[in-house]
């Protein structure tokens, strides 16, 4: 199992606050920390409990939410009630991957969510990528319509890659790799054909043997 994505929602508004943790609690694979209702108190926040997201308004009591995302290396959503272009371009500039503007449904922000965490998958990881794996990566992160698909050998890859620690069910993979079940379950099947990854299955109390996948020993080093 992976980490949870540890996410700190900044926003002076406690009732906003309180609503966007629910959203991010709310989403398998996050750990929403308590929120922070200043730049100051954000600051301490992010020492303390070292988060991997925030969610950071414009208008901050003390000071420039912008600013501080620009300071903190830390990804980050910009969430802001102005929606002129300006603003925008000051919170892309300051390295935000995303921007929310105020008010929005609470399925959009869990939509970014979602896409965020496929995204971190696909890059988490401290080797190089190729191109395409990289552009994959932004496609899921921006919502395109026409995502970039992998090439066989990189979808192998990564599929390899996001069993090298433990086994993992079809479905497990697609979340790690980003890629769809349907996809991982063909790529596996191929995988397991070639003795490259060895099929386990799981029983449980009820109902059919779930199949979980593991790197086989001739696989490791690939």
Do not use: W
């Not at 995502?147 to 086994?167: D, F």
């Not at 079940?181 to 596996?188: K, V």
Request: glycine share 6%; proline share 5%.
């Amino acid at each position: 199992m992976t980490d949870p994505i540890r996410t700190l929602v900044v926003d002076d508004d406690f009732r906003v606050a309180g609503l966007h943790r629910e959203i991010v609690a709310a989403r398998p694979g996050f750990l929403a920390l308590e929120p922070a209702l200043s730049v100051a108190a954000a600051q301490t926040a992010i020492r303390v409990n070292q988060p991997d997201l925030l969610l950071v308004d414009v208008h901050l009591p003390d000071g420039d939410g912008v600013e501080l995302v620009r300071s903190c290396n830390i990804d980050a959503f910009v969430i802001s009630a102005a929606n002129d272009a300006p603003t925008l371009r000051r919170g892309l500039r300051a390295g935000a991957l995303a921007v929310l503007f105020k008010p929005f449904e609470p399925r959009l922000l869990a939509e970014r969510l979602d896409r965020y965490a496929r995204y971190r998958n696909l890059v988490s990881g401290t080797g190089p990528l190729v191109q395409d794996e990289l552009d994959r990566a932004l496609a899921i992160l921006n919502g395109s319509n026409d995502p970039v698909t992998l090439s066989r050998s990189a979808t192998e890859k990564l599929i390899l890659e996001a069993l090298s620690t433990e086994e993992a069910s079809a479905s497990e993979v697609a979340e790690l790799t980003g890629v769809s079940r349907a996809t991982a379950q063909r790529h596996l099947v191929a995988l397991a054909a070639r003795s490259l990854v060895e099929v386990r299955l799981r029983y449980g109390a009820t109902g059919r043997p779930e199949h979980r996948y593991a790197v086989a020993d001739t696989a490791k080093g690939v």
